[in-house]
């Protein structure tokens, strides 16, 4: 048992660090649980991103590095935010939202980048209030951190209808990796990131069919136009 969860974490069993990247794979499982639900905008996905955040960032911040609030409070209204603007579409079925696609806009990607900036920023913490983040031989890390802020923020944007917010998802999943491949990854954490690009794609292309808000307008147009049935009453 303790040579299988070496393999998979790449840390020793029973050690803090070890108990910190389990936990890091299993928030990271999650999310993508969360996005295959979210692809098929299913509100369920919101609660397992919740859940994600509880089960990653805030047992890691409660149990050993109190730092870690910082990125895991805002992480998880972001979510709480998530299934509020999910609220608002019509529901269709149980769970379902008949979400209406929103386009591609200068003003979305410039608030998206805002936001990256501001959640990449709490996720560093105060690894970029005392500079260490700035110091020789940690640009992987500044790619990591950014990485798993631009998730969060991605999923800000798949909550407003944004399509182009999972292929923001699936950049910072390759970005994730490449850092990965140039150290020594613990494999159960590669193979989940391998997997969150995979369903940030589905999540794109099962996106693409979506109705706007100026296609419903115009259908409705459309409708309205149409010469009454002289048997209506």
């Known amino acids: 048992m303790d040579e299988l969860f070496y393999n998979l974490f790449s840390q020793a069993p029973g050690t803090d660090s070890g108990t910190q990247v389990s936990l890091f794979v299993l928030g990271s499982l999650l999310s993508c649980i969360a996005m295959v639900l979210l692809a098929r905008r299913n509100d369920l996905g919101w609660w397992a991103q919740i859940l994600a955040i509880f089960a990653g960032p805030a047992v890691v911040a409660f149990q050993f590095e109190a730092s870690m609030l910082i990125f895991a409070v805002p992480a998880l209204l972001a979510a709480a935010f998530g299934l509020w603007r999910f609220s608002k579409f019509e529901i269709s079925g149980r769970f379902h939202r008949k979400v209406v696609r929103r386009e591609f806009s200068t003003k979305s990607l410039l608030v998206g980048v805002a936001l990256l900036a501001l959640f990449s920023a709490l996720r560093m913490g105060p690894m970029l209030t005392t500079g260490f ?59 989940v990131t391998v997997f969150q690009l995979l369903t940030s794609l589905y999540g794109w292309f099962f996106w693409r069919d979506l109705p706007t808000a100026a296609s419903i307008s115009a259908y409705a147009d459309a409708d309205s136009q149409y010469p009454p049935s002289p048997y209506a009453a």
């Not at 969060?152 to 407003?160: N, S």
């Open 133 to 191: 983040i700035f110091t020789n031989g940690n640009n992987g890390l500044i790619i990591s951190l950014v990485a798993e802020a631009g998730l969060v923020v991605a999923l800000i944007g798949i909550a407003c209808g944004y399509r182009w917010a999972w292929l923001a998802a699936s950049i910072s999943s390759i970005a994730y990796i490449a850092v990965l491949f140039g150290s020594n990854p613990a494999f159960a954490l590669l193979g």
